[in-house]
């Protein structure tokens, strides 16, 4: 065998998915260490904790955080900075100005201690918004509290940029006069090389701790290969799994060797799908918005009835697949669709049904709700869709509602569609593949 093929091979031995889940249960031990010593001294009143999508998600067990928040890595890459419309996070701000600081948690793979999503996407997010909020004069340069992992240089080049982040949020139709905020906001970078215990909020801002759950330098004593940011890029190695079945059946998945942890993925997943079947009402509404006569409600699960359910389709095949449901009662009808997920094409194959299922819903009630398996996804999506074929005034839908025909819509109207929803529904995070395909059906000739 080449060298080189050899080494690959090894990588991917060392790498292998029981691999990966051994070693986020070994950083998830050492993040409820933390957690149960963090808080504040006075009434041991324990910091409020957030997942940050999606790496950050496998790290926490169930219980041990309040709520998701969303800031990409890329959005922090060197030369590609920005403030992203469709991830203002303002679940973050809600609960930081309520508890006067948070926790949020993600990892990053070897080589580093943070993510470039710490190190320079939540310190620009942080900028701005103290900028827009007035605790900082819009035009004052950047300050090494604000950005104490910059070099000079990105310091210089970035702040070229924040006049035009600023000008871009403004502009976007959020109402950032609504979003109360008495305190500006501080990102503290916390990790295992960090005297965590001595670190403590500062009185004066709204801080956000910044926790890297992963171990820089491999631990030995470990009877595994401990993979650094092992949550990462979990498309390419869970099989379908999730960090919420994960951790329902994690002392199945890690006994046995690394084959029996494959085996024991499918028979979850299999399991999974026949509890889905058999249970086809399992929603739970995480928001409603009022859209002038229509209200629209976003949940996670699967409901019964007047509900457009997204779910996600475990094994091959091409194309969504459409199930309308039966009108039951005063209920209304439901439309179940099923994506392959990370499929490039599917939700805008879909989106025609969709729409008639809306329009068959809101044709007799005010109401309609847009579910997937976790309300803040691909339902926000859907969302976004919705209130642009619907909304003749771009955030009113009139009872009895029906679709534009036709329906003129820009990329631009679209991203202020999804920055507005997303101080609207807390933790909206639908991502890059669902919004394009939304972008690309309304861009394309005879699609609208």
Known sequence: MEYSKACRELRRTEACVQNRLKSIVADNQWLRW????YGTDEDEVKYPVMCNLRCGEWYARPG????????????GHYGTWDFSLSRLNVNVLSLAERQGCVVIIDATRKGKVFPDSFLRTIPIWCAVINRIKGFIPRSEKLSHKETRYFTPSERDQVDAKIQKFIDKAIQSGVLWEELHLSKPLLPLHVSRETDFLKTRPDPDYNTLFL??????????RLSFTYVQGAGDDHQSWSKGLTPQLFWENVDALLEGGPLDCLDTIEGILQTAEEARKNNPSTGVVLSKVNLGDVVVSLGKGVFADGCINII???GEGKGPICIDGRVTGEAGPCLTVLVQNGSKKDLEKALPHIFSAVAARTADFPSVTIS??????TAVAVFVAVVQKFSPSGWSIPFPAAPLDPCIATKDGLR???????????????????????NRF???????
Do not use: W
């Open 34 to 37: 933390v957690l149960d010593n």
């Open 416 to 438: 202020k569609i999804l920055a507005k929803a997303t101080t609207y529904i807390p933790g909206a995070c639908p991502s890059r593949n669902d919004m394009k395909q939304v």
């Open 442 to 448: 309304f861009m394309s000739d005879g699609r609208q």
């Open 64 to 75: 041990e955080f309040q709520d998701f928040c969303h800031f990409k890595s890329t959005d």
């Open 211 to 220: 926790l890297s759950v992963c171990s820089p330098e491999p631990d030995h």
């Open 312 to 314: 996600d389709r475990i």
């Open 372 to 377: 997937c398996p976790t309300g803040t996804g």
